[in-house]
């Protein structure tokens, strides 16, 4: 994902529910909703201020930020979005794919919402189109799970003489399905074998690694999925024990594992 681009959304974001902020007593709210743990991405929360920041709003001087974490524990994400909606914050931001939106989505009709995912985001339900997202959200997609079967193309390009490549997916994330299927129908176009693992928790990750330990896989394509994000340093810890060359989605995984 680019660092700018989130800056620009944030930033945008800002200025976006003027009414909304109208209503507030005190200083005008902003709600913070993501799947993730706190300090999953130090990055993107200090590109969130500095965008924020840009449009003159500045975290405790005039505006407030309610941070809303959940660990990833997705049982904990309604709680979490209703909280923001019962303290009438004038705009709730999500990430961590598109579970925070959509129970944000849920939660409330009137709180603009604005989201960042990595998936279609019309697809999925959130928005009805992309230049008329009608109701109460927008937001912006890094397209990181659509490009699943590229990022297999990739893999096979760079080594061509792979027997198996590994596709690592979350059955708990709603795009996995169809992640996996394009990826076999890619392997199938390459006349590649893909072997697909689901891992939803941290033991069934490392089961899945096992797994292509003993399939001695020759490479390994990672969905989309904020619990691998969380896990990103035991995934490449993994990855750089087995030497086994693996292309992510996201570069954060790459400059964590310089």
Known sequence: MIRREFITLIGSAAAWPLAARAQQPGLPVIGFLSTNRSDAFPDYIAAFRQGLAGTGFVEGKNVTIEFRFAEQRL???PA????????KVAVIVTTGADVPAMVAKGATSTIPIVFLTGFDPVKSGLVASLNRPGGNLTGATVIAGQLVAKRLELARELLPAARIIGVLANPNNPNAETDTVEAQAAGRGLAQEIHVLLAESEQEIDAAF??????KADALVL????????LRAKIIAIVERQALPTVY??????????
């Open 75 to 77: 049982e904990r994400v």
């Open 80 to 87: 979490l979005a209703m909280d923001l909606v019962r303290r």
């Open 210 to 215: 096992t797994t292509l330990a003993r399939l």
């Open 223 to 230: 969905d989309a999925d904020p619990l691998f994000a969380h």
């Open 249 to 258: 989605y996201s570069r954060e995984y790459a400059y964590a594992g310089d």
